[in-house]
């Protein structure tokens, strides 16, 4: 193997982990995002009147903003997965 093949092959585990953490820093921005924007969004719920919010949370919009709500909580849960496999590969 050439001298060059070898420094890559050597940088690669730093190279994969650099990516990974790159990868955990943007899910947890977009997740950190969701949670603002749900907050948000329950925040001027309640600033509406008790038949609007009753129309409202009947819609189908309504019905698709739970349940990517609810996708979003197994997704926090997969990125705490993630972010143990990076830590037990930084470990190892």
Do not use: G
């Not at 070898?6 to 997740?31: C, M």
């Not at 509406?48 to 609810?70: G, H, I, M, V």
């Amino acid at each position: 193997m050439s001298n060059e093949q070898t420094k890559r092959a050597d940088d690669a585990p730093d190279s994969d982990l650099n990516q990974a953490e790159l990868a955990h820093s943007i899910i947890e921005s977009l997740l950190e995002h969701t949670r603002v924007v749900s907050d948000l969004i329950a925040v001027m719920a309640q600033a509406l009147d008790q038949d609007t919010t009753k129309a409202l949370t009947l819609t189908a919009q309504w019905q698709s903003y739970l349940e990517s709500r609810r996708q979003m909580e197994h997704t926090r849960k997969d990125v705490e997965k993630f972010v143990a496999l990076i830590k037990k590969s930084d470990d190892a």
